[in-house]
């Protein structure tokens, strides 16, 4: 039996199909929507959660996955032998669900000291969100296939979180404008200009970089800018919502600028798509190293 394994949060935004064929475990968040809660990848699936913040006045909200959840979660790992629990979680200034689970594994040890030797829990704090962890878990999962050790598997994550960035295209900005990521003057005025921004998330913080006129010239600014922060020959990643036709164009143009298609592609989940709405394209990249 395999003493190593690969624990995240649904914000990770991997796929079914990935879960199950890299044997990544994955605890869901639950997610509010007018007095009713969700367990996201159960209650809906993507394409469900879009059409239910396009039709719904509020914005949703979403749950930290609680310290007692991690505690159970962690249990299970040690009465079924696992040596090695490697646990990689969305960006902890945006979520306490690190927190919890760095609290769940203090506690279990303090109940079970004789656990601390045997069984241990390696917590990751990604410093980000949705598949740029997600495909770093998968890497890992295929590095340790390969015969990886643990601490390659922590190195490789050291290093990959001090260059994944973030870029997001939003094409409508009311979701934005609700959710007050981008405040309501501001919002107004872009509604009006026909004006678009390109955000970046770098280490779980959120910036615009540009605002532009129209959905093509967004595009092709995105494509400036990531084009001078992409690290030479380093992978690009594809987070889709409902904006394919603009999502494509941005493949193909970003296909001749950097001679290779993206190395992965996927939808956005419940989790980034409550604060970003269900029309924007996302992209994340290999940069430079940065130092913290």
């Known amino acids: ?14 796929t079914f199909e990935e879960e199950k064929e890299y044997g990544i475990d994955i605890i869901n968040f639950q997610i509010a929507l007018e007095d009713k809660s969700y367990l996201e990848r159960v209650d809906f699936t993507n394409e469900e959660f879009y059409k239910m913040i396009r039709e719904s006045d509020q914005i949703p909200k979403t749950s930290q996955i609680t310290t007692p959840r ?25 979520s306490q669900t690190y ?9 279990i040890y303090e109940e079970n000291p004789e656990l601390e030797s045997k069984f241990r ?22 590095k340790h296939r390969a015969g990886a050790s643990v601490q390659e598997i922590l190195d490789y994550f050291d290093d990959w979180f001090k260059r994944v960035e973030i870029y997001i295209i939003p094409f409508d900005l009311r979701h934005l404008k609700k959710s007050g990521r981008v405040s309501a003057a501001a919002a107004f005025l872009g509604e009006l200009m026909g004006l678009k921004p390109v955000i970046s998330l770098i280490e779980g913080k959120s910036e615009v970089l540009k605002k532009v006129r129209g959905d093509k010239a967004v595009l092709y600014a995105g494509l400036d800018i990531i084009e001078k922060r992409l690290e030479q020959g380093g992978e690009y990643m594809i987070l889709r919502t409902t904006a ?20 992965y592609q996927t939808y956005a989940g419940g989790v980034i798509s409550t604060n970003t709405g269900p029309n924007m394209l996302g992209v994340v990249i290999r940069g430079k190293k940065r130092d913290r």
């Open 70 to 94: 991690f505690e159970e979660k962690f249990l299970e790992y040690a009465k079924a032998g696992i040596e090695d629990l490697i646990v990689v979680l969305i960006n902890s200034t945006g």
């Open 99 to 107: 927190d919890n689970a760095v609290l769940a594994k203090n506690n």
């Open 121 to 142: 829990i390696h917590i990751v704090d990604s410093h980000a969100y949705t598949l740029s962890y997600g495909y770093a878990l998968i890497e890992a999962v295929k």
């Open 244 to 263: 394919d036709e603009n999502t494509d164009l941005f493949i193909q143009e970003a296909e001749k600028r950097f001679g290779y298609p993206p190395v």
């Open 1 to 14: 039996m395999d003493k190593v394994k690969f624990l995240t949060d649904s914000g990770s935004d991997i």
